[in-house]
């Protein structure tokens, strides 16, 4: 794929990585942008990969948890202002009851009520992002207060509820991506490895180190790497003291899932 400058605009935009660097990972990368903001993680631009993760639009999140069903819905739109009118909340509101009162194969209904009865009053492009239902034998969920980030966690029958809100909250803050480590393929981890040998490879402290010795300082934090994105061995973002697994105890989730805008 030829790289162009819309394609080097894109990706600095995702990592604020400068221009140069920008044109140099798309160019190794045949213009793949997610393998070039890999490319930059290796060269110990860290920032690359946390920047990437965010988004532009603007918009909102609600969710109604109830009989062990949590029905999500988000609307993207074109302004911060919008998205904080009570106007757009109401819609949310509505938007999210239809979800409820119509199941998942309404989504092009919805969409259809949305550019009815409010794109041409509200003046902006609204879209739905997410509109899903998670289900289980108890369900929570947890909406920041910007609206912008929220999650829902599912567990087994008899959870605190109570709990299983301050988890969904762990989950906006926290951003975990798997539920626990043996949920981790051996692919990602080898993923993980090669990219942190290339990164102490361009760090002159260590760069000077054998692949071995290399190797077997990566083998030694893939414990804690695998502990940093599985939700119930990271530190309780209210207690840092103990892991979210300790704060469930007996309590077994089944399954999360974090939403943003």
């Given at each position: 794929?030829?790289?162009?400058?819309?394609?080097?605009?894109?990706?600095?935009?995702?990592?604020?990585?400068?221009m140069?660097?920008?044109?140099?990972?798309?160019?190794?990368?045949?213009?793949?942008?997610?393998?070039?903001?890999?490319?930059?993680?290796?060269?110990?631009?860290?920032?690359?990969?946390?920047?990437?993760?965010?988004?532009?639009?603007?918009?909102?999140?609600?969710?109604?948890s109830?009989?062990?069903?949590?029905?999500?819905?988000?609307?993207?739109?074109?302004?911060?202002?919008?998205?904080?009118?009570?106007?757009?909340k109401?819609?949310?509101?509505?938007?999210?009851n239809?979800?409820k009162?119509?199941?998942?194969d309404?989504?092009?209904?919805?969409?259809?009520?949305?550019?009815?009865?409010y794109?041409?009053?509200m003046?902006?492009?609204?879209?739905?992002?997410?509109?899903e239902?998670?289900?289980?034998a108890?369900?929570?969920?947890?909406?920041?207060?910007?609206?912008?980030?929220?999650?829902?966690v599912?567990?087994?029958?008899?959870?605190?509820?109570?709990?299983?809100?301050?988890?969904?909250?762990?989950?906006?803050?926290?951003?975990p991506?798997?539920?626990?480590?043996?949920?981790?393929?051996?692919?990602?981890?080898?993923?993980?490895?090669?990219?942190?040998?290339?990164?102490?490879?361009n760090d002159?402290?260590?760069?000077?180190?054998?692949?071995?010795?290399?190797?077997?300082?990566?083998e030694?934090?893939?414990?804690?790497?695998?502990?940093?994105?599985?939700?119930?061995?990271?530190?309780?973002?209210?207690?840092?003291?103990?892991?979210?697994?300790d704060?469930l105890?007996?309590?077994?989730?089944?399954?999360?899932?974090?939403?943003?805008?």
């Amino acid at each position: 794929m030829a790289v162009t400058m819309e394609l080097i605009k894109e990706l600095r935009e995702r990592t604020g990585i400068g221009m140069m660097e920008c044109k140099k990972a798309l160019e190794q990368t045949d213009g793949d942008i997610d393998a070039a903001i890999e490319e930059l993680r290796k060269k110990g631009l860290a920032k690359a990969a946390k920047k990437a993760d965010r988004e532009a639009l603007e918009g909102g999140i609600k969710i109604i948890s109830e009989g062990g069903k949590s029905y999500v819905v988000s609307i993207s739109c074109e302004t911060d202002f919008l998205a904080n009118s009570d106007k757009f909340k109401a819609m949310l509101d509505v938007v999210a009851n239809y979800l409820k009162d119509n199941g998942v194969d309404s989504k092009e209904q919805a969409q259809s009520l949305i550019e009815s009865d409010y794109a041409l009053e509200m003046g902006e492009n609204l879209q739905i992002k997410d509109y899903e239902i998670l289900e289980g034998a108890v369900s929570a969920d947890y909406v920041h207060s910007n609206g912008k980030l929220a999650a829902v966690v599912v567990a087994s029958e008899g959870a605190d509820e109570a709990k299983l809100k301050q988890v969904a909250m762990h989950v906006t803050a926290a951003s975990p991506e798997y539920l626990s480590p043996e949920d981790i393929s051996d692919e990602i981890v080898e993923k993980e490895k090669s990219i942190q040998l290339e990164m102490m490879k361009n760090d002159p402290a260590m760069g000077n180190k054998s692949d071995d010795v290399l190797m077997k300082i990566i083998e030694g934090k893939m414990g804690k790497f695998k502990g940093e994105i599985s939700l119930l061995e990271q530190a309780f973002v209210i207690d840092p003291n103990m892991k979210v697994k300790d704060f469930l105890g007996s309590t077994t989730l089944v399954m999360f899932k974090r939403y943003a805008i």
